[in-house]
């Protein structure tokens, strides 16, 4: 298996223009989340899917960002409109639902700077 | 609430010094515990995991991490440091009746003499 990807791996933006980072999950695992990783606040969770159904979405800063889970093979996180605290790299990560075995697998991430 | 403590924001250890990073947790139940490693640029690996069993874990590239519940602690041990570790070490707490999320400590920058 590929593990789980993430595109771009690097975006720089415009302050105001909407944003799209994307992850494809490995196959099979029920479950995915979205981390920002900052120096300021570290790795924080900003959402959670089970079986493509978003569970807990407390951590999403603020209406300007969204996430979305249309298949069990592609979920995007969308920042609209984006601004320079906002620059962060974002991470995607995924984990089968199997008892004795809840650790999560990392793409790459993805970092974003708004300019 | 859940949270994770690394107390150490950054060690440099000579290479072939032994290694600690410190890990503390406050969870309301028998916690899953990880430590993760990041490379610059690059995502977060996993190096071990304690699901409950033996409290003293193995994992990959010769760390092990001990898991005391006493002192709320796991902490990550290496007995011979290589130049190739150098990297940011990351403590976390999964709480499994919330999905598995992972709850992360700031993380422990380690830097290596030769």
């Known amino acids: 298996d590929a593990g789980v990807i993430q595109s771009p791996r690097h975006e720089v933006t415009e302050m105001g223009q909407e944003v799209t980072l994307r992850c494809k999950p490995i196959?099979?695992?029920?479950?995915l989340f979205w981390y920002r990783q900052t120096m300021m606040r570290g790795l924080e969770l900003l959402i959670y899917?089970?079986?493509?159904?978003?569970?807990?979405d407390s951590g999403m800063p603020e209406d300007r960002f969204s996430a979305k889970m249309p298949n069990a093979s592609f979920s995007t996180l969308k920042i609209q409109p984006s601004e320079p605290r906002d620059s962060a790299v974002y991470f995607c990560?995924?984990?089968?639902?199997?008892?004795?075995?809840?650790?999560?697998?990392f793409g790459q991430g993805t970092r974003l700077t708004v300019v | 609430a859940q949270s994770v403590t690394q107390p150490d924001i950054h060690i440099t250890v000579s290479e072939g010094a032994s290694l600690e990073l410190r890990c503390n947790y406050s969870?309301?139940?028998?916690?899953?515990l990880f430590w993760y490693v990041q490379s610059p640029g690059q995502g977060l690996q996993l190096l071990l995991k304690?699901?409950?069993?033996?409290?003293l874990v193995q994992g990959i590239k010769g760390f092990e991490a001990e898991f005391k519940r006493s002192q709320s602690s796991f902490n990550l041990r290496k007995p011979s440091v290589h130049w190739s570790d150098a990297a940011e070490y990351f403590c976390?707490?999964?709480?499994?009746?919330?999905?598995?999320?992972?709850?992360f400590g700031q993380g422990t920058e380690l830097s290596v003499k030769p």
């Open positions: 976390a707490v999964g709480a499994y009746n919330q999905g598995g999320k992972l709850i």
């Open positions: 196959s099979g695992h029920d479950y």
């Open positions: 969870y309301g139940a028998t916690p899953y």
């Open positions: 990560a995924s984990r089968p639902l199997a008892r004795g075995n809840t650790e999560a697998f």
């Open positions: 304690y699901f409950s069993g033996d409290t």
């Open positions: 899917f089970n079986n493509n159904v978003p569970i807990d």
